[in-house]
């Protein structure tokens, strides 16, 4: 089973990024019946409605009403019937599609067995069973071989006497022509002599069980066969004309019989696709340790994981614990501290449960994402002859569903600070006041001062710069909690203490010696110690040990 | 993998089927299990030059047979049914049945190497001891590839006509190229991956150049070489080796050549001496199994002037005692 998104759910640039192919991989089953599966975005409706039902199916499984693991073995045998379902329905199946009828009808059965206390559909089962009872009647061997009845079987036998006797008599003629002519000969292999002597020739051409004839300097000696090896010939024919005809009657009769369960089928070929695609959500959903979202409240987050994220930093990985209510959300924070990447695992949670898929996270309890915006720094549009700032207007003139997620990573920090915090104001005062979801990062502390916003900070290093002067940029990353914290309205001021972390971050980096100079002169009141050799750079402590490097710019 | 013998042959109206059913009928007489295929669908139903019928392949009572279902229809009632490979991983239908009656079928399999090889891994399951005798043609590169087929039944067309004898000398200096040595055979080793189409190897640690495009089409490679003239250099090349190719390297007598498989060979024709012209050394990168070699021959004994292949054994279904041929 081969899982892909919609086109265009989620841009190629993030889908690359963040993933998303190794997370529907997870979902790489071998699945006959649903090879692949192209996922479309669910409406709120549908979405929820695809949630509880699978939430439902794994409460029969954990109380041992499924037995998922026989399930899925089942569902693994069960055949695609589509390519023949055109010709079911017209009447026109072939015998060796009969096997493929036969098995998906006598491996459904099975499975309906296994399913008795949550049945996908009872209603098509007596057309199933009518299915499987006129092939039983008129296949054989497990639905491979038309069962023959005195008429044919007869024909068979006949057959195999003539054949019998045709073979006896075929090596009876290859032997009279050796006997005759001294060729050794074995039909039907014509025979070329080269400059045959006057003896040989005049044996061949004296000998009536074959003919011969001079070409290119050859002599081609071909068969001349008996009357009664022909007419054993032609009477196998009538033989096989006669079971051909007998044979394609019977198939006839076997469409004709069949035709009436057609909708039925093709309507228990569809459920049984859904309730195999439910089965193969809750078989990756345990075997990875995902979760199924439940739909109120506002949207609660636990330890929810960004897999490609994960894969990286193993056991250093921190989750995140995110609580978000309608209106405007503020993260706000320091360079470094992963506000991007909360974004970002905000995005692939949301799109992986709008496209109906389990996720990685511990729960999971929202509004359904029926729609889900982002907007990342860029570079802006020539296509579209945008600017970044344009670029970033352009996004918010989208219409916004009232229950839309809109993420936004620095907002408005495409143009000039002041105008940019202004803009950050205004846009979080609209928002605050709306039903949608909307999520921002920001580091305008104008922005800690809108009203009825909701306000977050990624939990920092305490560094202290007296002591920890000498720290890279790699142990720095180390240190960092990488931390969702929600600022207490108290707690503002500290929120904009930013201590210069940024100049001190930039000394961190292998930049020319005279910028570190003036970076370090520039520092409030000097504070920082050294005047030189500060700031050992990550260059210098290796390379390859910087965590969150999506989140140096 | 079980078994497989692939018939291949040197020019249309070689013989080809008369050898793969000549083969087949004597497996079929020493009660060897088979299953029967085809790359793609079996010839045409008529001669190219004389437009009489061409053989068709009989599938005898009990034999196995691999072909699109399409073919079915006439032979409703004579097969049994044993595994379906069926779309979208397979392009259509394919049917592996065994036959209750003889069958004269139209046979038609696999196109890819990848399907061919899923495909014997079934067929292994159901005839762990059987052999699968596939149709093959020469345009299908795969099938000389070692994990594909374990040897060859070739069917050459030793005709009067210029052109058709020069392809058929070309088909034989195909096969008696010889396999290039182990150590040769380490060096590209270590540069060949899935895509490699050429690798132009000097004394350098790494190669000269790694084409991954078809090489007669890889204007950089001829530059590559055009480049190393005079200097010892190994091309391996994973790419029909085309009369243009062939034209550009015949020159360079410090180059060795080394063709990943027999088939790249075929598209040379070359002109006559102008194949004695090529100055490179010439290998094999996978041997050829040849089992067998049928000759057609029309009008006179062509075989002393033709390049066969020391120690193969060398057949004419029309002019030797059946009998005495082994397969």
Same mark, same amino acid.
């Given at each position: 089973?081969?899982?892909?998104?919609?086109?265009?759910?989620?841009?190629?640039?993030?889908?690359?990024?963040?993933?998303?192919?190794?997370?529907?991989?997870?979902?790489?089953?071998?699945?006959?019946?649903?090879?692949?599966?192209?996922?479309?975005?669910?409406?709120?409706?549908?979405?929820?409605?695809?949630?509880?039902? #699978?939430?439902?199916?794994?409460?029969?499984?954990?109380?041992?009403?499924?037995?998922?693991?026989?399930?899925?073995?089942?569902?693994?045998?069960?055949? @695609?019937?589509?390519?023949?379902?055109?010709?079911? *329905?017209?009447?026109?199946?072939?015998?060796?599609?009969?096997?493929?009828?036969?098995?998906?009808?006598?491996?459904?059965?099975?499975?309906?067995?296994?399913?008795?206390?949550?049945?996908?559909?009872?209603?098509?089962?007596?057309?199933?069973?009518?299915?499987?009872?006129?092939?039983?009647?008129?296949?054989?061997?497990?639905?491979?071989?038309?069962?023959?009845?005195?008429?044919?079987?007869?024909?068979?036998?006949?057959?195999?006497?003539?054949? /019998?006797?045709?073979?006896?008599?075929?090596?009876?003629?290859?032997?009279?022509?050796? *006997?005759?002519?001294?060729?050794?000969?074995?039909?039907?292999?014509?025979?070329?002599?080269?400059?045959?002597?006057?003896?040989?020739?005049?044996?061949?051409?004296?000998?009536?069980?074959?003919?011969?004839?001079?070409?290119?300097?050859?002599?081609?000696?071909?068969?001349?066969?008996?009357?009664?090896?022909?007419?054993?010939?032609?009477?196998?024919?009538?033989?096989?004309?006669?079971?051909?005809?007998?044979?394609?009657?019977?198939?006839?009769?076997?469409?004709?019989?069949?035709?009436?369960?057609?909708?039925?089928?093709?309507?228990?070929?569809?459920?049984?696709?859904?309730?195999?695609?439910?089965?193969?959500?809750?078989?990756?959903?345990?075997?990875?340790?995902?979760?199924?979202?439940?739909?109120?409240?506002?949207?609660?987050?636990?330890?929810?994981?960004?897999?490609?994220?994960?894969?990286?930093?193993?056991?250093?990985?921190?989750?995140?614990?995110?609580?978000?209510?309608?209106?405007?959300?503020? #993260?706000?924070?320091?360079?470094?501290?992963?506000?991007?990447?909360?974004?970002?695992?905000?995005?692939?949670?949301?799109?992986?449960?709008?496209?109906?898929?389990?996720?990685?996270?511990?729960?999971?309890?929202?509004?359904?994402?029926?729609?889900?915006?982002?907007?990342?720094?860029?570079?802006?549009?020539?296509?579209?002859?945008?600017?970044?700032?344009?670029?970033?207007?352009?996004?918010?003139?989208?219409?916004?569903?009232?229950?839309?997620?809109?993420?936004?990573?620095?907002?408005?920090?495409?143009?000039?600070?002041? @105008?940019?915090?202004?803009?950050?104001?205004?846009?979080?005062?609209?928002?605050?006041?709306?039903?949608?979801?909307?999520?921002?990062?920001?580091?305008?502390?104008?922005?800690?001062?809108?009203?009825?916003?909701?306000?977050?900070?990624?939990?920092?290093?305490?560094?202290?710069?007296?002591?920890?002067?000498?720290?890279?940029?790699?142990?720095?990353?180390?240190?960092?909690?990488?931390?969702?914290?929600?600022?207490?309205?108290?707690?503002?001021?500290?929120?904009?203490?930013?201590?210069? /972390?940024?100049?001190?971050?930039?000394?961190?980096?292998?930049?020319?010696? @005279?910028?570190?100079?003036?970076?370090?002169?520039?520092?409030?009141?000097?504070?920082?110690?050294?005047?030189?050799?500060?700031?050992?750079?990550?260059?210098?402590?290796?390379?390859?040990?910087?965590?969150?490097?999506?989140?140096?710019? | 993998?079980?078994?497989?013998?692939?018939?291949?042959?040197?020019?249309?109206?070689?013989?080809?089927?008369?050898?793969?059913?000549?083969?087949?009928?004597?497996?079929?007489?020493?009660?060897?299990?088979?299953?029967?295929?085809?790359?793609?669908?079996?010839?045409?139903?008529?001669?190219?030059?004389?437009?009489?019928?061409?053989?068709?392949?009989?599938?005898?009572?009990?034999?196995?047979?691999?072909?699109?279902?399409?073919?079915?229809?006439?032979?409703?009632?004579?097969?049994?049914?044993?595994?379906?490979?069926?779309?979208?991983?397979?392009?259509?239908?394919?049917?592996?049945?065994?036959?209750?009656?003889?069958?004269?079928?139209?046979?038609?399999?696999?196109?890819?190497?990848?399907?061919?090889?899923?495909?014997?891994?079934?067929?292994?399951?159901?005839?762990?001891?059987?052999?699968?005798?596939?149709?093959?043609?020469?345009?299908?590169?795969?099938?000389?590839?070692?994990?594909?087929?374990?040897?060859?039944?070739?069917?050459?067309?030793?005709?009067?006509?210029?052109?058709?004898?020069?392809?058929?000398?070309?088909?034989?200096?195909?096969?008696?190229?010889? +396999?290039?040595?182990?150590?040769?055979?380490?060096?590209?080793?270590?540069?060949?991956?899935?895509?490699?189409?050429?690798?132009?190897?000097?004394?350098?640690?790494?190669?000269?150049?790694?084409?991954?495009?078809?090489?007669?089409?890889?204007?950089?490679?001829?530059?590559?070489?055009?480049?190393?003239?005079?200097?010892?250099?190994?091309?391996?090349?994973?790419?029909?080796?085309?009369?243009?190719?062939?034209?550009?390297?015949?020159?360079?007598?410090?180059?060795?050549?080394?063709?990943?498989?027999?088939?790249?060979?075929?598209?040379?024709?070359?002109?006559?001496?102008?194949?004695?012209?090529?100055?490179?050394?010439?290998?094999?990168?996978?041997?050829?199994?040849?089992?067998?070699?049928?000759?057609?021959?029309?009008?006179?004994?062509?075989?002393?002037?033709?390049?066969?292949?020391?120690?193969?054994?060398?057949?004419?279904?029309?002019?030797?005692?059946?009998?005495?041929?082994? +397969?």
């Amino acid at each position: 089973m081969k899982l892909e998104f919609e086109q265009n759910v989620v841009s190629e640039d993030l889908f690359h990024e963040l993933d998303f192919s190794s997370y529907l991989s997870r979902f790489d089953l071998e699945l006959p019946l649903l090879p692949s599966v192209v996922l479309h975005p669910l409406s709120r409706e549908r979405g929820m409605a695809h949630f509880e039902r #699978l939430s439902r199916l794994e409460q029969k499984i954990d109380e041992g009403k499924l037995p998922l693991d026989e399930l899925m073995a089942q569902s693994r045998k069960i055949p @695609s019937p589509d390519y023949m379902l055109s010709y079911f *329905e017209s009447g026109a199946l072939e015998q060796f599609q009969l096997l493929t009828l036969g098995q998906f009808v006598s491996r459904e059965l099975a499975l309906q067995e296994l399913e008795k206390e949550y049945p996908v559909d009872e209603a098509s089962r007596e057309s199933l069973l009518s299915i499987e009872s006129s092939l039983k009647t008129h296949t054989t061997k497990g639905f491979s071989r038309l069962k023959p009845d005195d008429g044919e079987e007869q024909l068979y036998k006949d057959w195999q006497v003539i054949e /019998k006797e045709l073979k006896t008599k075929l090596s009876q003629y290859e032997r009279e022509i050796q *006997e005759q002519t001294g060729l050794k000969m074995i039909y039907p292999y014509p025979k070329e002599i080269l400059a045959p002597s006057s003896e040989v020739l005049f044996r061949i051409q004296k000998c009536r069980l074959v003919s011969a004839y001079e070409t290119s300097g050859v002599f081609r000696v071909d068969y001349r066969l008996s009357e009664a090896i022909e007419n054993l010939d032609r009477e196998k024919n009538l033989l096989e004309e006669e079971l051909e005809e007998l044979v394609a009657q019977k198939l006839q009769r076997v469409n004709e019989e069949l035709e009436p369960f057609f909708l039925p089928f093709r309507l228990q070929v569809k459920k049984r696709k859904h309730r195999t695609l439910d089965y193969a959500l809750i078989w990756v959903k345990q075997q990875y340790g995902l979760c199924l979202p439940s739909f109120h409240g506002a949207c609660h987050l636990s330890q929810a994981v960004l897999p490609v994220l994960h894969r990286q930093q193993r056991e250093k990985y921190v989750p995140l614990d995110l609580e978000l209510r309608r209106g405007a959300n503020v #993260l706000h924070g320091a360079n470094m501290t992963g506000k991007t990447t909360v974004l970002k695992t905000l995005f692939f949670h949301l799109t992986t449960i709008r496209m109906g898929l389990p996720v990685p996270a511990a729960s999971v309890s929202m509004t359904f994402p029926e729609q889900v915006e982002i907007h990342l720094k860029t570079a802006g549009s020539i296509r579209r002859n945008l600017s970044s700032f344009g670029d970033e207007l352009h996004f918010f003139t989208k219409k916004m569903g009232e229950n839309a997620y809109i993420l936004v990573d620095e907002l408005f920090q495409t143009t000039d600070p002041v @105008s940019g915090a202004k803009l950050s104001s205004i846009f979080l005062e609209e928002f605050s006041q709306k039903s949608c979801f909307f999520f921002c990062t920001s580091h305008y502390p104008e922005v800690l001062d809108v009203p009825g916003i909701r306000l977050f900070r990624m939990a920092d290093v305490a560094i202290q710069l007296e002591t920890d002067h000498d720290i890279t940029v790699a142990e720095w990353l180390e240190k960092m909690p990488f931390r969702i914290e929600p600022i207490d309205p108290s707690q503002i001021g500290e929120a904009l203490q930013t201590e210069e /972390k940024p100049l001190l971050i930039a000394l961190h980096f292998p930049i020319p010696e @005279s910028i570190k100079l003036k970076i370090r002169e520039r520092m409030i009141n000097g504070r920082y110690p050294r005047k030189s050799g500060a700031g050992r750079s990550s260059e210098e402590h290796g390379k390859g040990n910087c965590r969150r490097n999506t989140e140096i710019h | 993998m079980m078994e497989t013998l692939a018939f291949i042959g040197s020019d249309k109206n070689a013989g080809k089927t008369t050898v793969f059913n000549f083969v087949y009928q004597k497996m079929h007489a020493a009660n060897t299990l088979v299953c029967l295929t085809s790359i793609g669908i079996n010839g045409e139903p008529v001669d190219t030059y004389e437009g009489h019928p061409k053989p068709k392949i009989t599938v005898y009572k009990h034999s196995f047979f691999i072909t699109a279902g399409e073919h079915l229809k006439p032979h409703t009632g004579k097969y049994e049914t044993v595994h379906l490979f069926l779309p979208p991983r397979f392009s259509k239908p394919y049917v592996l049945a065994k036959s209750i009656l003889d069958l004269d079928l139209v046979l038609e399999g696999p196109n890819t190497q990848q399907d061919l090889m899923e495909m014997k891994g079934l067929i292994g399951k159901v005839l762990p001891s059987g052999l699968l005798l596939v149709d093959g043609s020469i345009d299908r590169q795969f099938l000389a590839h070692p994990s594909v087929c374990d040897g060859f039944y070739f069917a050459v067309l030793a005709s009067s006509r210029k052109q058709q004898f020069r392809k058929a000398n070309d088909f034989l200096t195909a096969l008696a190229l010889p +396999v290039c040595p182990k150590d040769l055979r380490g060096d590209i080793e270590e540069f060949q991956t899935q895509e490699t189409k050429s690798l132009l190897l000097g004394d350098s640690p790494g190669p000269i150049y790694h084409g991954r495009q078809i090489p007669f089409l890889d204007e950089t490679l001829r530059e590559a070489v055009k480049r190393q003239k005079g200097e010892e250099c190994v091309l391996y090349l994973n790419g029909a080796l085309s009369k243009s190719l062939f034209s550009l390297l015949s020159p360079f007598s410090t180059l060795t050549v080394v063709l990943d498989n027999f088939t790249l060979y075929q598209n040379v024709s070359v002109d006559a001496g102008l194949g004695r012209s090529f100055r490179p050394r010439l290998f094999l990168f996978h041997p050829v199994k040849v089992k067998s070699i049928f000759l057609n021959v029309e009008g006179e004994d062509h075989r002393s002037r033709l390049e066969i292949p020391p120690h193969i054994p060398v057949h004419n279904l029309y002019r030797e005692d059946l009998h005495e041929i082994g +397969v």
